[in-house]
């Protein structure tokens, strides 16, 4: 493969991030390290950990982390409880638990200077209804802006200035990559963009047909305008689950150790493959 600056991109895309950890470990088995990384909302919470140990044991302890009663309570409330704080707020869930998980994982107050590598992460500013992008200062609150998604966790507030989800405004962020100077990139995506869209048949499925098309405009916008001598490789998911399209797939936990495997083994598949070009 080309040489030069590889940067892993990993997208959002809540519970179905889980197969972002196969991909990671395709990667690493193979050999592959990051120069840069950066993240997006649940990819975000990946490329945290993976930006801060760039070795092939930060997928175990990624395995470990999805599989954990801890990952469970992230969106774990009662229904109950989740419509009562509907009510008096703008958000189902507290993100106490998110905020617990990634400040066991990488430490109280850890800084992006800190990271073995650099890493980059965007969260979209309500204030300016503009992308922005987190380098610098304390990893955890800028993962939880990223990571903060609208009506399941309140917005986060950081120096006077309100976040919410990356994905809103940027899902898939190969132009950052670019941007950094990387000249190989890999992207870990949940696979939303492998299956052909079609048209709402129900309420809930509007909103969602809505924000994939914006997704994947913006995506397909950004591989059109690739300069030369940079390489894309999109790695893939090796099947979604018709389930994940139900508007509850955001609190199934059980299916994680499925997804990790079988995007593993797509995309350790697709990287063998990639090495005898």
């Given amino acids: 493969m080309t040489a030069g600056p590889v940067a892993f991109v990993l997208g959002g895309g809540g519970v179905l991030g889980a197969v972002e950890v196969g991909m990671l470990r395709a990667l690493l088995r193979t050999g592959i390290r990051p120069d840069l990384v950066v993240g997006t909302s649940i990819g975000a919470v990946n490329g945290a950990l993976v930006a801060a140990d760039p070795r092939e044991e930060v ?12 990952a469970s309570e992230v969106y774990g409330d009662s229904v109950a409880r989740q419509l009562r704080r509907f009510a008096a707020r703008t ?29 980059r992460c965007c969260a979209a500013n309500i204030e300016r209804a503009a992308e922005h992008w987190f380098d610098r200062g304390p990893v955890v609150d800028a993962v939880l802006a990223s990571a903060s998604v609208p009506g399941l966790l ?12 990356g994905g809103i405004v940027n899902s898939i962020p190969i132009s950052e990559a670019v941007r950094s100077g990387a000249t190989r990139i890999f992207v870990l995506q949940v696979g939303r963009i492998e299956r052909p869209l079609s048209p709402p048949r129900r309420p809930w499925e509007i909103a969602q047909v809505a ?42 936990m059980a299916a994680v150790g499925r997804r990790i495997s079988r995007a593993y083994t797509a995309s350790r598949h697709y990287l063998d493959a990639l090495g005898d070009r």
């Fill in 59 to 70: 997928t175990d302890r990624l395995v470990r982390l999805w599989s954990s009663p801890e």
């Fill in 91 to 119: 958000h189902l869930h507290s993100p106490v638990p998110l905020r617990r998980l990634l400040e066991r994982e990488l430490g109280v107050g850890r800084t992006f200077a800190e990271l073995a590598v650099p890493f």
């Fill in 154 to 165: 309140p917005p986060m507030e950081i120096d006077g200035s309100h976040y919410i989800d």
């Fill in 211 to 252: 924000f994939e098309i914006a997704r994947r405009h913006r995506f397909a916008r950004d591989m059109a305008a690739l300069p030369p001598g940079v390489a894309v490789h999109v790695l893939p998911t090796g099947g979604l689950d018709p389930r994940d399209d139900s508007p509850w797939a955001y609190r199934d």
